[in-house]
């Protein structure tokens, strides 16, 4: 149980394009999903956290309109990178709370490695 | 806001022995540590996680400890593995009104064979 997938693993796209990226909490409903992005060798850097069917709330110093959220249901939030360039490609991976009956624990989808030439 | 030291960065130990890694917080209004471990090129994986509740927790050959009073936390693997090598991440939470979560700045663990 707590299985969170995200779709698609890894993605190469042009720059000046638009990238979505699927997160998925499989078996259990997710009250809250948060997105984060990694780069190399250092730790996570929390983005956003999104509730179902309000609007996200982003961290300090990260643009809402260059980095789209939408929690459509309590399985399933997405992360659309507008209008992508170099400096945006990084690892990108999600989280949801609410697995196992318990609000505390986050578990984490596998990542998505976003490349933009 | 919270604000979570993880020591230390990086961290080998032989096959069979202990490894130890240590965390701090400052909020004393968080009262929930999980750990992470990630391999490369994937996500965190919870390894075990400790509520305010309680001093100790023990998973097989993982284990952690909490002192709220000095605001420190600690994950103890004994009969390291080949596959335990990965990075680690501590975290801390505040599980009541926003529910943030801070991690540290990760332990890359060797253990050599």
């Known amino acids: 149980g707590a299985v969170v997938s995200q779709h698609p693993s890894w993605v190469i796209c042009k720059s000046g394009t638009s990238v979505k990226i699927e997160c998925r909490s499989l078996d259990f409903q997710a009250t809250t999903m948060f997105w984060y992005r990694q780069f190399p060798k250092q730790s996570l850097m929390l983005m956003a956290t999104?509730?179902?069917?309000?609007?996200?709330?982003?961290e300090q110093g990260v643009e809402k309109d260059k980095f789209l959220i939408n929690h459509a249901s309590l399985t399933l939030s997405t992360l659309t990178v507008t209008s992508a360039h170099p400096e945006d490609s990084s690892f990108y991976i999600c989280?949801?709370?609410?697995?196992?009956?318990?609000?505390?624990?986050?578990?984490f989808g596998p990542g998505t490695r976003l490349t933009v030439l | 806001g919270e604000n979570v030291e993880q020591h230390p960065s990086t961290l080998s130990v032989q096959e069979g022995d202990s490894a130890v890694i240590k965390c701090t917080y400052s909020?004393?209004?968080?009262?929930?540590f999980p750990w992470y471990k990630q391999e490369l090129g994937k996500g965190p994986q919870l390894i075990i996680d400790i509520r305010s509740n309680v001093g100790e927790k023990k998973d097989q050959r993982i284990a952690v400890t909490l002192n709220k009073t000095a605001k420190h936390f600690s994950l103890h693997i004994t009969e390291t593995q080949p596959e335990d090598s990965a990075v680690y991440f501590c975290?801390?939470?505040?599980?009541?009104?926003?529910?943030?979560?801070?991690f540290g700045t990760g332990t890359k663990l060797q253990v050599i064979p």
């Open positions: 975290a801390a939470r505040n599980s009541g009104g926003y529910q943030k979560v801070t």
């Open positions: 999104s509730n179902e069917g309000s609007k996200a709330t982003y």
């Open positions: 909020d004393s209004a968080s009262n929930y």
């Open positions: 989280s949801a709370d609410g697995g196992r009956g318990s609000t505390d624990t986050q578990y």
